[in-house]
């Protein structure tokens, strides 16, 4: 009322200002029927792109400590949380996830070496993660495909787990990818809240942190105590071993819009399949190929689970299952495109 | 006469005190003596009651203490079993280690009723938007524990249960939250049970 009493007393750059305040809450409540809080000079904020926020948003995480509780819910009703425990030292990053629903399993990572412990069980699962590193180097490459797909745009403000967050919105520029409403902490950029969102805006997946203390005294060597302690558990080491999909016999008829091949693993028998890695720097496509067996590749079709969509298809001697959180027809065009080059 | 003997020498043995014949004879009556059994155990506690600064808090005095327990221990009868009490609390220990055998087949079922749950959610392209395969799962809400009787009716297998894990392991960490990939593995998949 009062803003409204302001514009009309006033000419000139300031209502310019202020009428562009008012569209853009607008578009704000528009797309997701809830007013964000708009900061007084938020204007400037707009300015960063798309890589920009999202360094930021990187940096956070690779520089701040912090305790909390994500909760993870699905257009489906699925709900989960876990308590997450983040702490780096420069060299390396350490984080404990440990799930609050479901079967109790406590994950340990240190950069992209993971453990899984699973206490029901007894069982401790190491692997290596080499996509994790990765991130850094996908936003600095000039050939860097994110600004080429995805536009930014700041909302407004927000408040998560007590915490003045800008809002962002990553807008895919076509129809192969999902959008992303970003909720980053004020201060340090850390991602607080995300959204997963189907191309009418709606969300298929969100996460947010209901809970969250930043800078929080988590200490990266007692972290790592705890990784190692695999005294008393068995430990299974994933048998995963890294190949090319050209040395298996595959390859892509046509590159997938802003998709980048960027690893292949083998698994061994009795699985036996192969799993290619594509990712555009925000959402991963896994083809996994495996011969086709009759008995148990029955069902050719399009699943969708939350942000997650899957497609089986049938090969001739092969069955090709694409998971990712892409929409259905970046699937289709992967399923398409593959084929045998020997 | 002989019991209060038997209680210092116990007591001393408790203490780190025995050396040599003295030592030697201590350990043979902790062994063989119901009594000196208990004696043996009650030091201990004693000896942890003392240690313990919250276990202590609000009791009568060392002394006072004391004196109640060793009164109770005399009026106790000589060769009454103390240990089932310790036994039985380590007893489900035990048969958990026995299960271990049994650990591949925890893990298909994990698959299995994750699958059973997921499979509520999903739907078949080109079929009828989220038809549900059987009335009871559609309103199970996801997450649920299912009985193994609900398992049978699924669309979704094991294998693909696998592969989605492994693509959330290795391919699904996006750039926005290192992390995505793990947290949707430690809540998503481990849901079903």
């Known amino acids: 009322m009062h803003q409204t009493q302001t514009q009309h007393r006033s000419v000139g750059r300031r209502s310019m200002v202020a009428l562009a305040g008012l569209g853009l809450l607008e578009a704000a409540v528009a797309q997701t029927g809830v007013v964000y809080l708009h900061a007084g000079g938020g204007a400037k904020h707009e300015e960063r792109s798309v890589a920009e926020w999202l360094e930021r948003m990187h940096e956070a995480s690779r520089r701040r400590n912090y305790v909390g509780t994500l909760v993870v819910s699905s257009n489906t009703g699925a709900m989960s949380s876990a308590r997450i425990w983040h702490a780096c030292d420069g060299q390396q990053q350490l984080e404990r996830v440990e799930s609050l629903t479901g079967a109790p399993r406590s994950t340990f990572r240190r950069n992209d070496e993971v453990v899984t412990f699973l206490p029901e069980a007894r069982v401790a699962r190491t692997e290596r993660r080499e996509v994790l590193g990765l991130f850094p180097d996908l936003l600095k490459s000039s050939e860097t495909s994110i600004p080429e797909f995805y536009a930014a745009r700041r909302l407004g403000s927000d408040r998560v787990a007590g915490f003045v967050a800008d809002v962002v919105h990553l807008l895919p520029k076509d129809q192969m990818r999902y959008g992303y409403r970003i909720w980053s902490e004020k201060k340090s950029g850390l991602v607080v809240k995300l959204q997963t969102l189907d191309h009418d805006h709606s969300v298929l997946e969100q996460s947010a942190f209901s809970e969250l203390q930043l800078d929080a005294p988590v200490r990266v060597e007692k972290l790592s105590q705890m990784m190692a302690a695999t005294g008393g558990w068995r430990v299974e080491k994933a048998d995963t071993v890294k190949c090319s999909a050209a040395a298996e016999g595959w390859q892509l008829r046509a590159p997938v819009a802003g998709f980048r091949p960027v690893n292949c693993y083998r698994r061994p028998a009795p699985e036996g399949n192969m799993q290619w890695i594509f990712s555009d720097g925000l959402a991963a496509v896994s083809l996994f190929v495996e011969a086709y067996e009759p008995r148990r590749h029955q069902q050719e079709g399009l699943l969708a689970s939350g942000a997650t969509q899957t497609l089986t298809r049938r090969m001739q001697d092969w069955w090709l299952t694409a998971v990712g959180e892409v929409p259905p027809q970046t699937l289709k065009v992967f399923a398409q495109n593959l084929e045998r080059s020997r | ?193």
């Open chain 2, 1 to 193: 006469m002989e019991q209060m003997q038997t209680q210092e020498l116990i007591s001393a043995l408790a203490d780190g005190q025995l050396r040599g014949d003295a030592f030697a004879r201590g350990v043979e009556l902790a062994a063989s003596d119901p009594a000196a059994r208990d004696a043996w155990q009650t030091y201990h506690l004693i000896g942890d009651v003392l240690r313990s600064g919250e276990l202590a808090v609000g009791s009568s005095a060392p002394t006072v203490f004391l004196q109640r327990l060793q009164r109770r221990l005399q009026e106790e009868q000589p060769g009454m079993p103390r240990a089932p009490a310790v036994e039985a609390a380590a007893a489900p220990v035990h048969e958990e280690a026995a299960n271990d055998g049994s650990f591949r087949w925890k893990v298909v079922a994990g698959f299995a009723s994750v699958a059973a749950v997921a499979a509520v959610v999903w739907s078949l392209v080109g079929g009828a938007p989220d038809k549900p395969v059987s009335p009871e799962l559609a309103k199970a809400p996801a997450g649920t524990v299912l009985s193994p009787g609900e398992r049978g009716v699924m669309i979704r297998s094991p294998q693909l249960d696998e592969l989605l894990a492994a693509h959330r392991q290795l391919g699904g960490a996006s750039a926005l939250q290192m992390s995505s990939g793990l947290v949707r593995n430690a809540t998503f998949e481990g849901s079903g049970r």
